[in-house]
């Protein structure tokens, strides 16, 4: 059997090793992705960020037993950040999946952030692309708290969840981070402790429509859960099948994709031209020229920087 | 095209709830550079089995004080078997007595490290094996 045919029957060890590859950006798995590209497209993508601590992990462990309920298969792509000093990384959302173990129908995979410009959200959405090939039919995906980078991969999801827990300071710091505009559904988790309804109340006063239809809007729901007992998980769960519905009776899951695929397109582009390029000028000894009279202020960098673009023109 | 990160599953296997130990050894790996998968306590020879497919580590360690070491690794050895992953390095750590030692590298341990042994021992020698693994296409 070939490697695609083997991803396609939901083989764990090729699917595991695929992933590794395109995290690596090797040629010979781009090769796949190219391959299966065009067989993409079934999966529901949820992403779920949030500050640290909130829950994020007991609640993706809590969502896929509600959508296994459902008798959906379900993808787990888990986000830890990798330490800035060492590359190296501590991999504990798994920790909190652990029931989730001995059922063929999920598979959980850890990715640490590794941190290069855009290489984290280029490998998640390959490894979105390979479970949703593999036959999943929900790929949920965790991001590291909250921040910019958190918003680039929360975009490739159909479906963002924002998880919050109660206290002032996380309503804040998320509309901080603009995290608040791309949330499809807001979460009040460990709603077991005091402030609740508070934070519940606080959001539905900066809470949001989302007007990606035209003419129509989607009313941001807030939903309550408490991850460990599983209270108010299965209401989310729905609450996710009815966004996605929600598009796909408006024929407009087609405006996700595109956006999720532009985005992408233009970070893969954006990746190509930068090696290109900086390969040019690496090879062209007039840049230590430039970085000399940059250097003694004889030069400022806009103006090499628009005479470096100016000759590369030139030189095609 | 990015070098070769070596992943790590650190599984503690037993129903004695502390993990000091594992913890140390992957606060090591890290700094290290490696990643380091860890699924908590209480996991049983079968998930950690599943748990190294899925996250396609390079090397499995694993921590028993329980002294159950010589019933659940045999457990493991053929839950990987019978996974076709047979060939994914597992090292033990933990509570045991030194006759266990041979007895475990005959069941396929590559390496052991007796509680107290120094912790850049384990690294450099997780690091080694991570290193030696293949890591390319499944074929
Ligand atoms: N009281 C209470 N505690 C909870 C609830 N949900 C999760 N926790 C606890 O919150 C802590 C963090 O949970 P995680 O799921 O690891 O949080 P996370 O958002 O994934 O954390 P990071 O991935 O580190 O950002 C754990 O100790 C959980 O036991 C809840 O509903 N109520
Ligand atoms: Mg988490």
């Given at each position: 059997m070939d490697l695609v045919e083997k991803i396609k029957a939901g083989d764990v060890r090729s699917t595991a090793r695929l992933i590794s590859m395109v995290e690596r950006r090797?040629?010979?798995?781009?090769?796949?992705?190219?391959?299966?590209?065009?067989?993409?497209?079934?999966?529901?993508?949820?992403?779920?960020?949030?500050?640290?601590?909130?829950?994020?992990?007991?609640?993706?462990?809590?969502?896929?037993?509600?959508?296994?309920?459902?008798?959906?298969?379900?993808?787990?792509?888990?986000?830890?950040?990798?330490?800035?000093?060492?590359?190296?990384?501590?991999?504990?959302?798994?920790?909190?999946?652990?029931?989730?173990?001995?059922?063929?129908d999920v598979f959980i995979?850890?990715?640490?952030?590794?941190?290069?410009?855009?290489?984290?959200?280029?490998?998640?959405?390959?490894?979105?692309?390979?479970?949703?090939?593999?036959?999943?039919?929900?790929?949920?995906?965790?991001?590291?708290?909250?921040?910019?980078?958190?918003?680039?991969?929360?975009?490739?999801?159909?479906?963002?969840?924002?998880?919050?827990?109660?206290?002032y300071g996380d309503t804040l710091q998320a509309m901080k981070a603009g995290i608040m505009e791309i949330a499809d559904i807001m979460v009040v988790n460990k709603s077991d402790k005091p402030g609740a309804d508070q934070t519940v109340a606080e959001l539905s006063s900066v809470q949001n429509y989302k007007c990606d239809v035209e003419g129509d809007h989607w009313k941001v729901p807030i939903v309550k859960t408490q991850a460990l007992s599983k209270e108010g998980v299965d209401e989310l769960a729905q609450e996710t099948v009815n966004h996605y519905?929600?598009?796909?009776?408006r024929s407009a899951i087609g405006i996700k994709n595109r956006e999720?695929?532009?985005?992408?397109?233009?970070?893969?582009?954006t990746l190509q031209i930068r090696t290109e390029f900086l390969e040019t000028l690496k090879n062209d000894h007039s840049l230590q020229k430039w970085v000399k009279?940059?250097?003694?202020?004889?030069?400022?960098?806009?103006?090499a920087s628009e005479q470096v673009v100016e000759m590369i023109r030139k030189s095609r | 095209?990015?070098?070769?990160?070596?992943?790590?599953?650190?599984?503690?296997?037993?129903?004695?709830?502390?993990?000091?130990?594992?913890?140390?050894?992957?606060q090591a790996l890290k700094e290290a550079g490696m990643e380091v998968i860890y699924t908590g306590l209480k996991n049983v020879p079968e998930t950690v089995a599943e748990i190294a497919l899925q996250e396609?580590?390079?090397?499995?360690?694993?921590?028993?004080?329980?002294?159950?070491?010589?019933?659940?690794?045999?457990?493991?050895?053929?839950?990987?078997?019978?996974?076709?992953?047979?060939?994914?390095?597992?090292?033990l750590g933990g509570v045991l007595h030194p006759d266990d030692i041979p007895k475990l590298k005959e069941m396929?341990?590559?390496?052991?490290?007796?509680?107290?042994?120094?912790?850049?021992?384990?690294?450099?020698?997780?690091?080694?094996?991570?290193m030696a693994g293949d890591k390319g296409m499944i074929k």
């Open positions: 090797e040629p010979e798995a781009v090769a796949v992705i190219k391959e299966i590209y065009s067989q993409c497209g079934k999966a529901h993508i949820i992403g779920i960020t949030g500050p640290p601590g909130v829950g994020k992990s007991c609640l993706v462990s809590a969502l896929v037993g509600s959508f296994r309920k459902m008798g959906k298969s379900v993808g787990v792509l888990a986000v830890d950040p990798s330490s800035p000093f060492s590359g190296g990384a501590l991999l504990g959302d798994r920790a909190r999946m652990i029931d989730l173990t001995g059922d063929r995979r850890s990715l640490a952030s590794r941190g290069a410009h855009g290489g984290l959200s280029s490998a998640v959405n390959d490894a979105a692309d390979i479970m949703d090939v593999s036959g999943k039919d929900i790929v949920l995906i965790e991001t590291v708290g909250v921040g910019q980078g958190e918003i680039e991969i929360a975009r490739l999801a159909h479906t963002v969840i924002l998880a919050l827990m109660p206290g519905d929600y598009y796909k009776q999720r695929r532009t985005t992408q397109f233009l970070d893969i582009l009279m940059i250097g003694d202020l004889e030069l400022d960098p806009y103006t | 095209m990015e070098e070769k990160t070596i992943r790590v599953l650190m599984a503690k296997i037993g129903l004695d709830g502390h993990d000091r130990g594992a913890l140390i050894i992957v396609d580590v390079d090397v499995i360690g694993i921590s028993i004080l329980s002294g159950a070491h010589l019933v659940v690794v045999p457990i493991l050895m053929d839950e990987l078997k019978k996974s076709d992953a047979e060939d994914i390095p597992v090292v396929g341990i590559k390496e052991v490290f007796p509680a107290g042994s120094p912790v850049e021992n384990a690294v450099e020698c997780i690091k080694k094996l991570g």
